[in-house]
């Protein structure tokens, strides 16, 4: 341990501010706590920052997608292609809607799946892909739609809503990208759906919370669109509280057997404030990335790298990698900065090491690179709350105990 004292510092802590307690106070006292004119303020803010026409908010990233897949008609019989090398709400949202899971492994030393196996995983049972904005950098669009255009002729459109796109529907899990930039482009104008989530530990959090943007397609009706999403969100009801909260407009009908996974007003409450912060929290998080980028890499440690002439990333985790150690260090490196007060993490744990998956037939032999991602890979903190001192106190005990761990030090 080096001689400083001995700090605490937590993984990913909300960064609240007064200005978000005191407007869900308001929000509390207003008489709307549930899904109101707080949530579609927010959908209205979100749409507009990020540049397309619609915005829905629902209670989870994960509930976004699902719903969208259940929205575009995929179930039984069809097929969905993600990563091998994510959270598990990228793939088991698959498995709830009746479809096959397929994942693909990632490129060798990269975080993102290798599209050359990508296209190889396309069949004509395949319906969606989901590629996954880890750590906040946006995919390689242009050589997934490449895929997907190359491999047109499989697509068989079950209904009118799939025969509009006509090809593989690109689907995001943009759980960590919210804000996000590459060529050009906001994360929510290039896939054909992004989902976002705004859990306690992200960017931008509403307490628990996502949402689904889409791009304009030719011949999709928006407003039917942004209905089927609140339909499938709240039991099918044909009028939501607002709605039905007019005098004497009490009579509703169910016109689906649905979900129950909208967005409160008090949750919205806190996203709105924390939308008027966010292009500061962006830019104070790229700070701390610089930061860590310029003492370690110049050490043999290796990060995702979240900024270029191309792409802004919207600096959600720090993934970096520890050449030359076994998974088992990697692990002794957590435990030993864990009693020195600084909580590391592990993104991802492939897909195939997990019961779950291993039941479903998967095994982590068929994932090499993805494999050779996560044994050497630890998620430093990365959070507004950091000082400029925390963070130089994080680089340099993950030096000494990373030095400490290969020369066989702790016995």
Not at 49 to 58: I, M, P
Not at 199 to 216: M, Q
Not at 246 to 266: H, R, S
């Amino acid at each position: 341990m080096t001689k400083t004292q001995i700090r605490n510092i937590p993984f990913s802590p909300p960064d609240i501010t007064d200005a978000e307690i005191e407007e869900v106070i308001k929000t509390m006292k207003s008489g709307w706590i549930t899904t109101g004119p707080r949530t579609k303020e927010f959908e209205k803010k979100i749409a507009e920052y990020v540049g397309v026409n619609k915005a829905v908010c629902l209670n989870s990233a994960t509930a976004a997608m699902e719903l969208t897949l259940r929205i575009l008609g995929i179930g039984p019989g069809d097929e969905v292609i993600t990563s091998a090398y994510t959270y598990t709400a990228s793939a088991s949202i698959i498995d709830h809607v009746g479809a096959k899971i397929v994942l693909v492994d990632t490129a060798p030393d990269s975080f993102e799946m290798d599209y050359s196996k990508l296209a190889d995983a396309i069949t004509s049972k395949t319906k969606a892909i989901i590629p996954v904005d880890i750590a906040g950098k946006m995919c390689d669009y242009d050589s997934i739609f490449e895929v997907v255009e190359n491999k047109k002729h499989l697509f068989n459109a079950n209904n009118e809503l799939q025969e509009l796109f006509n090809r593989v529907i690109v689907m995001t899990d943009a759980a960590h990208a919210f804000g996000a930039e590459k060529n050009g482009m906001n994360c929510g104008q290039v896939a054909d759906f992004t989902c976002y989530s705004f859990h306690a530990v992200k960017n931008l959090t509403t307490a628990e919370g996502g949402a689904v943007v889409w791009r304009n397609v030719e011949g999709l009706d928006n407003e039917w669109l942004y209905k089927q999403f609140m339909l499938y969100s709240l039991h099918g009801q044909s009028k939501d509280a607002m709605a039905k909260a007019q005098k004497g407009a009490w009579e509703y009908d169910i016109v689906y057997p649905a979900y129950k996974c909208n967005m409160t007003d008090i949750m919205a409450a806190i996203g709105l404030i924390q939308l008027n912060r966010y292009e500061g929290v962006k830019e104070r998080r790229r700070e701390i990335i610089e930061i860590y980028d310029k003492a370690l890499l110049s050490l043999g440690f290796q990060s995702l790298k979240h900024y270029g002439e191309e792409f802004t990333s919207s600096g959600h985790l720090y993934l970096l990698r520890i050449p030359g150690i076994s998974e088992q260090e990697r692990n002794e490196i957590i435990v030993k900065l864990a009693e020195i007060g600084v909580a590391s993490n592990v993104h991802y744990k492939p897909l195939p090491l997990f019961t779950a998956y291993k039941n479903l037939g998967f095994d982590i032999k068929d994932y090499p690179n993805a494999l050779n991602q996560y044994v050497n890979e630890i998620t430093l903190p990365l959070h507004t709350l950091l000082s400029n001192e925390d963070v130089e106190y994080i680089v340099d005990n993950l030096t000494d105990v990373t030095e400490r761990v290969r020369r066989n030090l702790y016995v």
